[in-house]
Nanobody
């Protein structure tokens, strides 16, 4: 199995950018499709983006298109989420997750391995 660990969150002003990182230890990283979710206070966890293990096929949620960029570096066992033009409504705990399938799944239940989450707070 693989264990994701997120980093790179923190406090950011609206309009700024940040890059979240997710390092995955354990089994062969390139064998996993990786994704990002987020969960704001009082809301359900929502899908942001996923990148498949073999071809690097990417899927974004509608709200993420244009401001969020997912990428992976198999040599570094890492997946990244670049977020631009941050808004206060982007404030949430951001989670990285992994699954051994090769599909662009978007449901929480599709992913077997989860990180602890990383807080991102965007001030107006």
């Amino acid at each position: 199995q693989v264990q994701p660990v997120e980093s790179g969150g923190g406090f950011v002003q609206a309009g700024g950018s940040l890059r979240l990182s997710c390092a995955a230890s354990g089994h062969i990283f390139s064998s996993y499709t990786m994704c990002w979710f987020r969960q704001a206070p009082g809301k359900e966890r929502e899908f942001i983006a996923t990148i498949t293990r073999s071809t690097g096929r990417i899927r974004y949620s509608d709200f993420a298109k244009g401001r969020f960029i997912i990428s992976r570096d198999n040599a570094k066992n890492a997946v990244y989420l670049q977020v631009n033009s941050l808004k206060p409504e982007d404030t949430a705990v951001y989670y990285c997750a992994a699954d051994s399938s090769d599909y662009t799944f978007f449901r929480v239940s599709d992913y077997d391995y989860w990180g602890q989450g990383n807080q991102v707070t965007v001030s107006s």
